[in-house]
């Protein structure tokens, strides 16, 4: 047999770049583990303030005064910002690119399926494996200081969804002890959409108790009922005579241990109501008041959605920012959005994002003391 060198050198060769291409990528492959958590702190003239990490836009504090003035941390998170690379239930961030549920990890887009991680049980939940509570967000500082711009680009196909999305979020801290968040998004794909921010509040800033003394009121009329996997059946049911009633202020406690499925389903409030806000206007959402502190806070939205969790998962093996461990029902997330597994149910608002439209949304957390 003839041993034909040239092709032997050429294969050789071929095999050898072709190996180092392959590590060159490797090593190119951002990891995440290592860029540098970057953590931005607004203060407002009153002394409010709200620090910002650029690892999944993440709150990790916001520092509000009781009636007799004393500062509290008042939301759930962790000392030190590398504590938020390990797991924990999206304290504090943004949640993209689709908060919330969708049914199976499935949902069809123009004639094409896509499929997501189901990361929930059957379901696909906040995103996915690697939401945009994971990733790096790009900082800028506003002009007048008084808040920052975070922006990210989800690339085509990132978790299973459709398109290049650019996100900005931006937060400011007002002179009128306001924190507000605004989305705003462009693709160039049609795709979905819903972003939500899931800050765990305890107005107590006292983390070893329960919430369940907070009062509530809710400025819906009704709520959609989910099936035992958590995703709404499709009805919309009136809150009028059910726990899920909280359309006159109440404590979060007074109903919660009801014998009734839906509380069962999800330990607890796990729901979304539907705001009564068909103009898609900034309207109040939420109040919240905590009576030993005196600490309150309204939430305004233009979604037409809030979902209201009170913490049922937690389960004591998170270390706390004060000290033991954060328990089942020691926080509530106000998490304004659009109804879970819209892609997946036409009658709910579309969630749906097209080339050339611009997404907008925005959310007010403003605190006070009564
Ligand atoms: C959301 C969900 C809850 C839970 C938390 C994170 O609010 O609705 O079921 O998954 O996030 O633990």
Redesign the pocket.
Known sequence: MKIDLKKIIFFSMATIIFILIRQQSHFTEPNYKNIEIISYNLVNKHGYSVEILNLGGIISSIKTPDRSGVFKDITLGFTSPKQYLDEH??FGAIVGRFA??IANGKFELEGKEYILAQN?GPNH??GGALGFDNVYWEVDTLENKNGIQLSYISADGEEGYPGNLSVTVTYILTDDNTLKVKYEAQTDKTTVINLTQ?SYFNLSGDFSKQILDHELQLFADSYLPVDNT?IPTGSIQLVADSPFDFRARKEIGKDIDIKNNQLEI?KGY?HCWVLNNTKKDLVKAASVYHPQSGRMMDVYTDQPGI?L?TGN?LDDTLPSKTQGTYGPRSAF?L?TQHFPNSPNVSDFPTTILKPGEIFTSETHFKFSVN
């Open positions: 239930p999206y919330n549920r929930n939940l906040h899931h958590q999800g796990d979902q969790y998962f997330c998490e």
